[in-house]
């Protein structure tokens, strides 16, 4: 560990997954709005998880599963790409993704802004509880199945099955979608969903217009179960 | 005038009154029958089984002079914080949205009266049950509703639910009817709509995966809980290997005839394996690894009273998780509600439309005024009390085995009534050495 005045680096060929992560939960709960520079990550599992109070952490390099998970207050960024499971359960702070992300980004989060400026692979935003997800690139295959609340943004394409099962989450795609999930239907653009969207893009640095976005959303069909809607499963 | 002599009127044993009755109901409504419980069809159990008792061989404890110690410790081979229990019966995840929050306080007053843990469910933590329940095992569930990292800590215990005896593979449905304000509002979702509870977790395939997501529970909370897992009786031997594998500190093994809040009974009557049948072969995994007694094996579905405690913990059990029974205990399928019953077209001990809302005994339901039908009190303390009566039986068939703790009844103490549970539970057939599949006939 590597003091400096504006932050402690933490080399992770020196330093378990374990150390660094009670040293960042330490700092989190201690409120100081302390900064952290992790070093050498080698896609390690479950780093900078369980964050709970303001403070800010780089990770310089690629992360494997779970990185971010359950985050609360802080802000993480990894200078990178992000393995399986970033920001899962996610309830409030930023985790901006510099590189791409794997499979399930940003699942069943429900708050906080999840930013990414790459791609974000299959299950985007999966039972997303409340989150905000912004995907610079492209998403998967069936993103935002069974996704209760929050806003998920793509500036790219959206893969097949997009919000399969939806619930009241709202999507907003500026690409292609490839095909849309059982009960997701377009829907109309309200200034209401243009002031969000504005917003959002703000937020994540997006240049990209509300304008130019289509929204997705629930035709909540499904809600009641019907036997006369049983071919839709 | 003569009479013509008649056969007398023969029903099918294959059409019979029942399954006539489900094809009426199916017919009338086009969708398949949703219930809650367990299996209700009857299969092997642990009444096929018999204990010996002490004889020539094996000296008796005296009944009310020695004893017999029933302490179980949950959770030792990788948390920092194990759990300490008085007795081998736990009470099993019930979610509230399934169940009133005034049954979740019930379950966590008797639990903690009787020395025990609860466990949440579907639906998040609540503070009935939290503030009620001295140790309280946090479930983690494919829906995630109401997840969130306070609660992780502020658990005792953490129970990764795989699968569970009704329904193994298979996700969940709570109705519209019981989703309130207040079940909407832990689940994130709007009131009066189904809410569906995955099958599959969303972050994770598969046990590869499993521990990579185990690690991650466990950093997030210091390495401090026990992690348990929660499988379905479908594959016991190979589930409980490859959830070691994956991290397990404890598992916790469901069959059949363990409850649901509600699904198709369809599912509930095939698919699985009884409980009898899954849990020689989740030993002999343990034991195989090397890891019996230090991952602990928790069993579930169709545990009644103190025999069938016995008898799991001979088999090689190191507890068993209670749910039907508790519900029972509090009050649940009471007589006294018969008339109530009979206008909801059943009869009491019949009653499983759980999912409907209108449970007369106010256990499942989320109606305001059936639920100040059950006192937490009064309910808690019958609790208490069943699970005292369970563990004074368990000590009692212990002592006659010979044993001074709970945890050394052990299957050369059994003898088996039937050829299916000689099979299933290994132990010889009564009066042979002999059992379906023993090695060297």
């Known amino acids: 560990m590597t003091t400096t005045l504006d932050k402690t680096v933490l080399d992770m060929t020196a330093m378990e997954l374990r150390e660094v992560n009670t040293t960042l939960q330490a700092a989190a709960k201690a409120q100081a709005n302390a900064a952290f520079e992790i070093i050498n990550p080698r896609g390690s599992h479950a780093m900078a998880c369980g964050l709970d109070g303001p403070l800010d952490v780089t990770i310089k390099g690629s992360t494997g599963y779970y990185c971010a998970g359950m985050n609360k207050d802080a802000t993480v960024t990894v200078e990178g790409s992000a393995g399986p499971g970033v920001a899962e359960n996610m309830m409030s702070g930023v985790v901006t993704i510099e590189g791409d992300a794997s499979q399930y980004a940003g699942a069943t989060g429900h708050g906080g802004l999840l930013n990414i400026k790459g791609n974000a692979s299959s299950r985007c935003g999966i039972s997303m509880k409340g989150i905000d997800i912004v995907v610079h690139g492209n998403i998967g295959h069936m993103s935002a199945f069974m996704a209760q609340s929050g806003n998920l943004v793509v500036l790219g394409d959206a893969g097949d099955a997009l919000g399969d099962s939806l619930y009241e989450a709202r999507l907003f795609v500026r690409g292609n979608v490839k095909s849309l999930g059982a009960d997701c239907i377009k829907k109309e653009m309200r200034p209401e969903h243009i002031e969000i969207l504005k917003e959002l893009l703000e937020k994540a640095g997006a240049d990209a217009k509300p304008e130019e976005f289509t929204r997705y959303g629930s035709a909540r069909k499904l809600y009641n179960f019907n036997i006369d809607h049983a071919d839709e499963y | ?441």
């Open chain 2, 1 to 441: 005038m003569d009479k013509t002599p008649q056969t007398e009127p023969r029903q099918s044993w294959t059409f019979s009154n029942s399954v006539n009755s489900e094809i009426r109901r199916a017919a009338d409504t086009g969708i398949y029958d949703i219930r809650g419980g367990g299996a209700k069809r009857r299969v092997p159990h642990f009444d096929d089984l018999l204990f010996l008792g002490a004889s020539m061989s094996r000296y008796p404890l005296e009944g009310y002079r020695e004893k017999c110690d029933t302490s179980v410790l949950l959770g030792t081979r990788f948390a920092k914080k194990p759990i300490e229990l008085k007795i081998p019966i736990t009470i099993a995840g019930m979610s509230f949205g399934a169940l009133s929050g005034h049954a979740k306080e019930a379950l966590g007053r008797g639990a903690t009266m009787a020395g025990t843990s609860t466990t949440t469910g579907d639906g998040g933590m609540t503070e009935e049950e939290r503030g009620h329940s001295e140790k309280l095992v946090y479930q983690y569930l494919p829906s995630r509703y109401g997840m969130n990292p306070d609660d992780l800590r502020r658990a005792d215990a953490i129970e990764i639910v795989v699968g569970q005896g009704a329904k193994p593979g298979g996700g969940g449905m709570l109705l519209g009817q019981k989703i309130t304000e207040r079940v909407a509002g832990m689940r994130n979702l709007p009131v009066g709509i189904d809410q569906r509870s995955a099958c599959r977790h969303p972050d994770w395939t598969g046990p590869d995966d499993l521990e990579i997501k185990i690690l991650e529970i466990r950093e997030i909370t210091n390495w401090e809980k026990p992690i348990y897992i929660k499988i379905g009786g479908a594959r016991p031997y190979y589930d409980v290997a490859l959830a070691c594998k994956a991290g397990a500190d404890v598992i916790v093994l469901d069959g059949m005839q363990g409850g649901t809040a509600a699904t198709q009974d369809v599912f509930i009557e095939h698919v699985g394996q009884p409980t009898l049948a899954c849990i020689r072969p989740a030993v002999q995994a343990l034991q195989d690894l090397g890891l019996h007694r230090e991952v602990q094996l928790v069993v579930s579905g169709g545990i009644r009273n103190g025999a069938d405690v016995a008898k799991a913990l001979a088999l090689g059990a190191d507890a068993v998780a209670i749910g039907t029974a508790a519900l029972v205990a509090l009050g649940d399928n009471d007589p006294k509600w018969e008339a109530e019953y009979n206008k909801l077209g059943t009869t009491a001990g019949a009653y499983d439309d759980w999912h409907e809302g209108r449970d007369p005994a106010g256990i499942t339901t989320q109606d305001v005024e059936l639920m100040k039908r059950l006192d937490p009190e009064v309910a808690g303390r019958k609790l208490r009390n069943y699970l005292n009566v369970m563990t004074l039986e368990c000590q009692t068939l212990a002592r006659a085995c010979g044993h001074n703790h709970v945890h050394n009844l052990e299957p050369e103490d059994l003898c088996a009534l039937t050829m299916e549970a000689a099979a299933m539970a290994q132990v010889p057939l009564a009066g042979t050495n002999w059992y379906p599949g023993k090695p060297g006939f």
